[in-house]
């Protein structure tokens, strides 16, 4: 069995038991993909081959609606630090926030990056909506 196959059957195992309602994604060529969407966002995880140096990495992702590309969240993403490696997507009026790892560096389990990745996330989006009810009490104090 390949690390592919390994992971894919790891995950859906965990899954199974653990958050049966993830569905896979027949529609994903180059790796394995499964959606969950009972939560405020749609999230996906993916099994992947991102480069030839990296032979294998998983990837974590929000899919956020249309509203949040109305805000000033790129300029805040940039700004956030992380311990992940953060990318974001545009794609039909929607936008997909990224959190990569290459397997060789997964230091638990799937689920458990999956966790991680979802509080990120989370404490992301909170970070940003703090800045942004802060901002107008910024600008009435500068006034002043």
């Not at 969240?73 to 490696?85: D, H, M």
């Not at 959190?99 to 997964?106: Q, S």
């Not at 966790?115 to 992301?124: G, S, T």
Request: with cysteine.
């Amino acid at each position: 069995m390949d690390r592919m196959a390994w992971y894919r059957s790891l995950f859906e195992e965990a899954v199974c038991k653990l958050e049966p309602m993830w569905e896979k994604d027949d529609s994903c060529t180059g790796g394995s993909r499964w959606r969950k969407r009972n939560y405020p966002f749609e999230e996906q995880f993916q099994l992947t081959r991102l480069e030839r140096e990296v032979p294998l990495a998983i990837m974590y992702s929000f899919l956020l609606p249309e509203i949040y590309l109305q805000a000033s969240i790129f300029e805040e993403l940039r700004r956030y630090e992380s311990g992940f490696e953060l990318s974001y997507i545009l794609m039909d009026r929607m936008l997909r926030l990224v959190i990569t790892l290459p397997v060789d560096e997964l230091r638990g389990t799937l689920l458990g990056f999956i966790h991680q990745a979802r509080a990120e996330f989370m404490d992301i989006l909170d970070w940003i909506v703090k800045r942004a009810n802060a901002a107008p009490l910024r600008v009435l104090a500068a006034q002043r």
